[in-house]
């Protein structure tokens, strides 16, 4: 069955310091992966993804994902975070059987001035 | 400007009552999703459909219905028989095919319990 696992409930990090957020999948065949954000009482934001092709992705609001196929790994990462970055993140695989997204557990950041 | 809408925001729900959820998109997307989300579990998947007049259950379907008459709506019922519904909901939509692109959510309706 295909799979993400977040393992960290929490991350904090001091503004401008870098941060990661990790995500491990578990699927068979090459993964379809994606990362979003949610805000307070909001919908999830779609950040960035990765179908094929460079290991490094670039998304929305200066994050990047570095995609490793050995670790089976898909962290999301930004140089310089801001305050405005704290939010819940989700990372999320595609069940190439079904379409369906299956999501992680999510992740909340927190980014003190 | 396109995009999802969700109401109401906030719903509240009398024991033995059924309520429907409103999810509207003007994105011309075939699928549409419905999700709960509850503290620390992510989000789970209620039903789905890919085409208009048809649907399938997901992971926890008990106690919900959905319809899709339209391409546009695909309103969710919680019935009496959810028996713990308090919860986040979100509906999401997307082209068919999903592994370029990605799913656009709504920002969710908050339903309680009376």
């Known amino acids: 069955a295909q799979s993400v696992a977040q393992p960290e409930d929490q991350v904090n990090v001091a503004e401008g310091n870098p941060l990661t957020v990790k995500c491990t999948y578990s699927v068979s065949g090459n993964p379809y992966l994606f990362w979003y954000v949610q805000y307070p009482n909001r919908g999830l934001q779609f950040l960035l993804k990765?179908?094929?092709?460079?290991?490094l992705v670039k998304g929305s609001y200066g994050f990047e994902a570095e995609f490793n196929k050995s670790q089976t790994s898909f962290h999301l990462k930004k140089p310089s975070a801001l305050v405005s970055d704290s939010a819940l993140y989700f990372c999320a695989v595609r069940d190439r059987d079904t379409d369906k997204l299956i999501f992680g557990t999510g992740t909340r950041l927190q980014v003190f001035p | 400007d396109g995009g999802i809408t969700q109401s109401p925001k906030y719903l509240f729900r009398k024991e033995g009552q059924n309520v429907t959820l409103s999810c509207e998109q003007n994105?011309?997307?075939?699928?549409m999703y419905w999700y709960r989300q509850d503290p620390g579990q992510g989000l789970r998947l209620i039903y789905y459909?890919?085409?208009?007049?048809?649907?399938q259950k997901g992971d926890i379907a008990e106690g919900y219905s959905v319809s899709r008459e339209k391409k546009e709506s695909f309103p969710l019922t919680v019935t009496s028989a959810q028996k713990n519904p308090t919860a986040f909901y979100l509906c999401?939509?997307?082209?068919?095919?999903?592994?370029?692109?990605?799913?656009?959510f709504g920002d969710g309706t908050r339903l309680s319990i009376l």
């Open positions: 994105l011309n997307h075939d699928a």
């Open positions: 459909s890919q085409i208009v007049n048809d649907f």
């Open positions: 990765y179908i094929t092709g460079d290991n």
């Open positions: 999401a939509s997307s082209t068919r095919d999903l592994s370029n692109q990605p799913q656009h």
